[in-house]
């Protein structure tokens, strides 16, 4: 079902008759009568499979808060239908301080651990990391994993929610920073838990549900998926 204009009938876009093209593809396609023009997506290479979005917990303490914003994250992520969500804990993945030779752009990684981080990522589309702010910057634990890696984090998209005092605004500004080194494709939204709203849902506050303050959070949670996802298929293509 592809057309080549000089051969459709005028405004409708459907062929005259049926011909075939080879596709620089190498595939052969065929135009039927009364047809639209538009090439079928897989008759062209096109990869049509939903992006899928790793949801990276930054932190790695025994007494964390990052489990509780991760888990509201996931599930109202896994509500749209655009792209495919799982959660990526770095706690599971044992890594040591960074100890290869030198990036696996340059160099295969030594370490079976590392090796496994490395093609969990590769796993995905885009990015969206929770992180806390420690000191005006990220997490040591997620600095190490973001160096432990380099070729899977390449050309893909990354997004963040931040939770603490100012909600982690200025460690996500540096991890977006670390990001553009990575060749990742920062995106500008992002969800930002922080002041008295952090201490509705934080165990040094209230300890409060989440759904406390789900309005909240929603408008910029929905900014940030909806830019993630252009990100995520313009980065596929």
Not at 126 to 150: C, P
């Amino acid at each position: 079902s592809f057309c080549i204009p000089e051969r459709c009938i005028p405004n409708d876009l459907a062929c005259a008759e049926p011909f075939q093209i080879v596709a620089s593809s190498g595939k052969t396609l065929t135009c039927w009568p009364n047809r639209l023009a538009e090439p079928e997506p897989e008759q062209i290479g096109i990869d049509m499979s939903k992006p899928k979005i790793a949801i990276i917990i930054g932190s790695t303490r025994d007494t964390r808060f990052a489990d509780k914003p991760a888990a509201w994250l996931l599930e109202n992520a896994r509500k749209r239908d655009d792209m495919d969500f799982e959660l990526v804990d770095i706690r599971d993945y044992d890594l040591p301080m960074f100890n290869e030779v030198a990036s696996n752009l340059w160099v295969p990684s030594a370490d079976p651990r590392v090796v496994k981080w490395q093609q969990k990522l590769a796993e995905f589309d885009g990015y969206i990391f929770v992180t806390a702010e420690y000191n005006h910057s990220i997490s040591g634990s997620l600095k190490n994993a973001l160096d432990q890696a380099y070729k899977e984090w390449n050309h893909k998209p990354m997004a963040a929610m931040g939770y603490g005092g100012v909600g982690a605004a200025r460690a996500i500004e540096h991890l977006r920073g670390i990001g553009i080194e990575l060749q990742m494709v920062p995106i500008r939204n992002a969800v930002h838990l922080g002041g008295g709203e952090f201490f509705k849902v934080s165990p040094l506050g209230a300890n409060g549900d989440m759904s406390e303050v789900d309005a909240l959070l929603q408008p910029s949670l929905n900014a940030t998926l909806d830019e993630l996802s252009w990100w995520a298929d313009a980065t596929k293509a």
